[in-house]
């Protein structure tokens, strides 16, 4: 009963610094995104994906790196980490078999940059 | 363009209290979907229900219902006898065709 699975859970960075924000999913779902969530703005798109191999950019992609080569993982980079990119991150896993997609989110990661 | 407003940032209300969050939402689209979701002070996001444009009956579970006005393009969600549990950020959301989310509103329930 996984669900969504994030990793990292928190972490700290330096500017300049990579890594990434890893995210899996059990549920053979196609669809899946990456959401940051800052104080007053809801959550914003970053990356999302259709499937393996498909990626396509949300409304915030500038500073992020997606890939997706299997169906259960679709993990996160940050090339080059700025104070502007501490944020709470959120996977999520998208069930569209049934029309109205419901999404599954991952517990999220909480990303400092400093 | 679509979008969803939450004009309530912040809502104070004390327990057994009824409260309605308002979700006003835009869309071009004839046919879709509006979701509620759930954040509690833990983080994770919650899923509490999703409304097909067609039908406009509320919806009632429990202590939640919602209410859905095409004609106003509102979906707002009321929670009866509120409990200090209830206290969470609350999200509408639209998912053409990306999910697009309002910007939340706090709920605090104080005994």
């Known amino acids: 009963n996984a669900g969504v699975t994030q990793t990292p859970k928190f972490q700290v960075l330096k500017t300049g610094q990579s890594m990434t924000l890893q995210c899996a999913q059990d549920?053979?779902?196609?669809?899946m995104s990456w959401y940051r969530q800052d104080p007053g703005m809801g959550l914003r798109l970053i990356h999302y994906?259709?499937?393996?191999?498909?990626?396509d950019q949300g409304e915030v992609p500038n500073g992020y790196n997606v890939s997706r080569s299997t169906t259960e993982d679709f993990p996160l980079r940050l090339l080059s980490a700025a104070p502007s990119q501490t944020s709470v991150y959120f996977c999520a896993s998208t069930d569209r078999s049934s029309g109205g997609a419901i999404q599954y989110f991952g517990a999220g990661t909480r990303l400092s940059v400093l | 363009a679509q979008k969803v407003t939450q004009a309530q940032t912040e809502i104070s209300v004390v327990e057994k209290e009824d409260v309605t969050l308002d979700c006003v939402y835009e869309?071009?689209?004839?046919?879709?979907?509006l979701f509620w979701y759930k954040q509690p002070p833990s983080g994770e996001l919650v899923f509490l229900i999703r409304r097909n444009s067609f039908d406009e009956q509320n919806e009632i579970s429990g202590r939640y219902s919602w209410n859905f006005q095409k004609s106003t393009s509102s979906f707002n969600f009321t929670i009866t006898a509120s409990q200090v549990v209830d206290s969470a950020v609350y999200f509408c959301a639209l998912p053409l065709p990306k999910l697009i989310f309002g910007a939340g509103t706090r709920l605090a329930v104080h005994p």
């Open positions: 549920m053979n779902h196609e669809y």
């Open positions: 869309t071009r689209d004839t046919t879709y979907y």
């Open positions: 994906s259709v499937g393996a191999g498909i990626t």
